[in-house]
């Protein structure tokens, strides 16, 4: 059974993770104790506003007028989705 993600939830960076820019990469990287996760440039925007006070539809708004798009929601609920099972994402 699968629930619909609400985007009133405030995700942030998952206990046992750090998010951080990584100059040599180029990129924003999620470090973790056995490794290191490399994300693609929307990734790293997703997550850098995942700080558990923004809500997922804030951080879309925000995403919304930062790269003048629209309908991003969609994917950034995706996003979310994906990372929460991937453990780099929780919330209360």
């Known amino acids: 059974m699968t629930t619909a993600l609400s ?3 405030q995700p942030r960076v998952g206990p046992g993770f750090r998010l951080q820019w990584e100059p040599v990469q180029d990129c924003h990287v999620l470090l973790y104790p056995e490794g290191m996760v ?8 997703i997550m850098k ?3 558990g006070q923004r809500s997922v539809a804030a ?4 995403l919304e ?3 003048s798009a629209q ?3 969609p994917d950034v609920l995706a ?3 994906m990372a929460a099972k991937q453990r780099w994402l929780a919330w209360d």
């Not at 951080?59 to 925000?62: A, F, K, L, S």
């Open 7 to 9: 985007t009133s939830i």
């Open 38 to 45: 490399k994300l693609n440039g929307s990734a790293g925007e």
């Open 49 to 51: 506003r995942c700080d």
């Open 59 to 62: 951080i879309v708004d925000d």
């Open 65 to 67: 007028k930062a790269f």
């Open 71 to 73: 309908g991003l929601e």
């Open 79 to 81: 996003f979310v989705e």
